[in-house]
């Protein structure tokens, strides 16, 4: 499985950005897709996740109402649509790939990374 991460940039804080997460390879319907990131000098966290079917998805607790994961089956691509930025949301943002149905939060339940794409939210 390949996967290419695009979209990142500078925005001001109450801005929006849009990342997208291209998969290729062998991509099953039971299959989880989730965006992670990390600030620098911290560890890297679970930020949103989804069944590659679009069923199910979840969030952390500092995103819930701002995040939107999205399955897009013209791209093949999972995207999170990022609302209301704030500057603790400045981070180098990951998408991820894992077999299986269950959204897990830990990074070393997933398998398959993309390249970083950071996204700088400035006060």
């Known amino acids: 499985v390949q996967l290419q991460a695009s979209g990142g940039g500078l925005v001001q804080a109450g801005e929006s950005l849009r990342l997208s997460c291209v998969a290729s390879?062998?991509?099953?319907?039971?299959?989880?897709m989730a965006w992670f990131r990390q600030a620098p000098g911290k560890e890297r966290e679970f930020v949103a996740g989804?069944?590659?079917?679009?069923?199910?998805?979840a969030y952390t607790d500092s995103v819930k109402g701002r995040f939107t994961i999205s399955r897009d089956n013209d791209k093949n691509s999972v995207d999170l649509e990022m609302n209301g930025l704030k500057p603790p949301d400045t981070a180098v943002y990951f998408c991820?790939?894992?077999?299986?149905?269950?959204?897990?939060?830990?990074?070393?339940?997933?398998?398959?990374w993309g390249q970083g794409t950071q996204v700088t939210v400035s006060s």
């Open positions: 989804i069944q590659w079917s679009g069923r199910r998805s």
């Open positions: 991820a790939f894992r077999e299986g149905s269950l959204i897990l939060t830990r990074p070393s339940d997933y398998l398959y």
């Open positions: 390879g062998r991509v099953f319907s039971s299959s989880i």
